[in-house]
């Protein structure tokens, strides 16, 4: 591996990032998925038009997909996981292409 100081700003910071986004802990990987429902009562707001929001976090497991119902108590926090898991996805595909261009170049 080259010495730290043969690396781009850019990538040690996008390396310094990962490090701490990994740190923090929990992660998630899926899709959220927000479905508008009706439940069926007569007197309720859904009846007249007004949906209710659900969210689902949406996975595909061994070319199946499958969905959970988020109670709406865990929706930032969710959110919060989900979007920790794309940044992470985001920085390391950074520096991948980073490497598979130092690659490239050394032959």
């Known amino acids: ?53 659900s969210l689902y976090i949406r996975q595909s497991f061994k070319g199946k997909p499958k969905m959970i119902l988020i109670p709406k108590t865990k929706w930032e926090d969710l959110k919060e996981i989900n979007d920790r898991y794309k940044e992470i996805l985001r920085l390391l595909e ?9 690659i490239k170049n050394k032959k």
């Open 1 to 53: 591996m080259a010495h730290r100081n043969h690396i781009p700003q850019k990538i040690r910071n996008a390396l310094s990032k990962l490090h701490q986004l990994i740190n923090k802990g929990r992660v998630i990987r899926g899709n959220l998925v927000y479905l508008r429902n009706k439940c069926g009562k007569k007197n309720c707001k859904c009846f007249k038009g007004e949906r209710h929001v």
């Open 94 to 102: 950074e520096v991948s292409i980073y490497e598979w261009e130092h």
